[in-house]
């Protein structure tokens, strides 16, 4: 049935866009994965990446380019000849079918053996850790557990891809943080590849090995999730990586080393990112890069302040109106006049509107 | 104990019942109970007991003239040899066309047309039926002057004219909750099914047709008491007299041309069984179906 084949060495999205009618949802997007990686697609919603996955499963058809694997082109085979093992948002269990009968539906469609197909959904079962939850409806089941079994009828056809479309938005906070380790250990376990939908940069810094960030269709940055914490590429990167400070600036002066620029009357050293074609500059930090410093340059009152357990964050506004967002390991109170300073290195300037 | 019952019995009547659900909105509902019992329940005792006071003989002598006289009896087997292929016929019609427009772009152009028919009525679909399917009408022009057929079809005045009457008449209906149970069914599921290697055919058998069937069932049962209370066809396009003489037209016969309204009771209440046993046995079949949302399961 399935002709496409499980031992691939990379997948290619060779120039893909996805037209709905006048709407561009992906434009031109490149993409490659190599076999056994852990394959993040970051962005806020709209950006284009669960249109990127239905075009990947082939639940939708493309409107451009291509989607390779290795030198096959898979973009216009059916979903069912393709044969990539999905997790929908909504797990889309059937309801009418027990756990059991769940998981064993695409090797029922392989037309594989009774006996084998009884052996695998055991095996997938103890996997996902649901052994003796297989002869009820999925409606019997708990968020969690749905989502379980989603995962296990994924991956017990033993998919050569595996998507997961934010698999675990449903679900509450504390069942997010297991279902994450979760997920990477079934993923470690079975050894597969997996390209994983969410607009979470926790869940993806913390589970993927390489992150690919979308903005409006199209990839703004492809990296590990460090690179891609510690050095955006761009300043629309950078404020969806969690650098809620995104402040315009002048360049006074820039060498190798770094830049001189100036926020309101404040003078600070930072390092320059983007390439700059003029002296206007956007300075991207992160709430915990700013803290209070004695000789610190930016001077701002604290207008709110909120206890998050390992510290205080707060919102402080300079003498020219600038928002800061900071962080504080001793309490601080509204109204409080702060000086706020921040590491050199952890000062990132991109090149600001012109 | 006796405290407790003291508490009890202090507690005000109107917030006793409440506790049960009974308050003032309840008297909401007064209106439509008396509609129901003043329209439905009251005329059909009536109809009832005047089944059991026959104009001559026992108590039960309009059942047994029925079921001795197979004038009677037979109209049972007639309209069920119309009411059963019609209904079938709707039902499994309905779901290919309804799976086909449930992805089209305009589905509302397409609706709109297949329900004209329910708003027209009746009686001028089964004009619009004798003049088109008539020994000079359309159908038999077409198929004479094409050579298809030597003599024209006889397609009217007998048990095909109304056949096809009623199917016309009553698909829209049909078609209408196929595709109100198909719309129920998330799409997300079809997805799921084909990225698990299952073929259109096999999603059709293995999710869509499961989920589907409890309201076919229904859908079976609703188009069947329309089918088989048929009168208006049977009597414009059919054999009113021979093949296509309906159990209504029993019923019709007996209260207004011999003025037996005793034994016109009796039919209709025969009628009625009828239908009660071939949805009861419909209905009970629904218990080897999985019956509850066909939403994709959500925690």
């Known amino acids: 049935m399935s002709s496409v084949s499980r031992d691939f060495r990379r997948l290619r999205f060779d120039r893909v866009s996805r037209q709905f009618g006048s709407l561009a949802a992906l434009r031109e997007v490149s993409l490659e994965v190599a076999r056994g990686e852990f394959i993040a697609l970051l962005g806020p919603s709209g950006c284009g990446k669960t249109t990127a996955l239905n075009c990947l499963a082939g639940l939708l058809p493309l409107t451009g380019g291509g989607i390779w694997l290795d030198d096959v082109r898979i973009d216009r085979l059916k979903p069912e000849v393709r044969g990539f093992g999905m997790v929908f948002q909504n797990y889309a269990l059937f309801p009418h079918m027990s756990v059991r009968r769940n998981v064993g539906f695409g090797l029922k469609m392989q037309k594989r053996g009774r006996a084998e197909i009884a052996q695998k959904v055991e095996a997938a079962l103890a996997l996902v850790r649901l052994s003796d939850q297989g002869d009820k409806l999925p409606g019997q089941l708990s968020g969690g557990q749905q989502q379980r079994v989603a995962i296990a009828r994924a991956i017990v056809i033993e998919p050569p891809l595996v998507l997961m479309d934010e698999p675990l938005s449903n679900l509450d906070a504390k069942l997010r943080l297991e279902m994450r380790a979760e997920i990477r250990r079934i993923h470690d376990q079975v050894g597969s590849t997996t390209v994983y939908v969410t607009h979470d940069q926790d869940e993806a810094v913390s589970l993927a090995d390489r992150i690919v960030v979308m903005q409006g269709g199209t990839v703004r940055q492809v990296g590990p999730p460090d690179e891609l914490y510690a050095r955006p590429a761009h300043a629309d990167v950078a404020e969806f990586m969690g650098y809620r400070n995104l402040l315009p600036a002048r360049v006074l002066s820039s060498d190798a080393a770094g830049a001189r620029i100036s926020i309101g009357d404040a003078e600070l050293t930072g390092t320059v990112i983007e390439t700059l074609t003029s002296d206007a500059a956007l300075a991207a930090l992160r709430p915990d890069d700013l803290m209070p410093h004695a000789d610190g340059p930016l001077a701002a009152t604290v207008a709110a302040v909120e206890y998050r357990g390992r510290g205080f964050f707060g919102t402080a506004h300079t003498a020219t109106g600038t928002e800061l967002f900071f962080r504080s390991d001793a309490k601080v109170e509204p109204g409080e006049a702060l000086r706020l300073g921040a590491d050199p290195a952890r000062v990132l300037i991109y090149a600001g509107p012109p | ?299």
């Open chain 2, 1 to 299: 104990m006796s405290a407790a019952d003291a508490v009890s019995e202090r507690v005000p009547l109107r917030l006793r019942l409440a506790r049960r659900g009974i308050d003032g909105v309840t008297l909401l509902v007064a209106p439509s109970i008396l509609f129901v019992l003043a329209l439905f329940i009251y005329p059909f005792l009536y109809g009832l007991a005047l089944s059991f006071a026959p104009k001559e003989g026992g108590w039960l002598a309009n059942y047994e003239k029925f079921f001795s006289d197979p004038f009677f009896y037979d109209t049972i087997w007639k309209t069920l040899r119309l009411a059963v292929p019609v209904t079938v016929i709707n039902v499994l019609l309905s779901i290919p066309i309804a799976l086909r427009v449930r992805t089209m772009r305009h589905q509302r152009i397409l609706t709109t047309i297949l329900v004209l028919p329910i708003t027209l009525g009746t009686v001028l679909v089964a004009d619009g039926l004798l003049t088109y399917l008539g020994p000079r009408g359309w159908l038999n022009r077409l198929l004479l002057d094409s050579g298809l057929s030597a003599s024209p079809v006889h397609l009217v005045h007998n048990y095909w004219g109304v056949l096809l009457a009623l199917i016309v008449s009553i698909f829209p209906f049909t078609f209408l909750l196929t595709l109100s149970s198909l719309t129920g069914i998330d799409p997300s599921l079809e997805g799921a099914a084909s990225t698990l290697g299952a073929t259109p055919r096999a999603r059709f058998w293995n999710i869509l047709l499961p989920l589907l069937a409890p309201g076919l069932a229904i859908n079976f049962c609703l188009s069947f008491v329309q089918a088989f209370s048929v009168f208006p066809s049977a009597v414009l396009l059919g054999d009113p007299a021979g093949t296509t003489r309906v159990i209504s037209i029993a019923a019709y016969t007996a209260a207004f041309e011999q003025y037996d309204y005793p034994l016109a009771s009796a039919i209709a209440i025969i009628m009625g069984l009828v239908q009660l046993v071939i949805v009861a046995a419909v209905l009970s079949s629904r218990g080897f179906f999985y019956r509850g949302s066909a939403v994709a399961a959500k925690g």
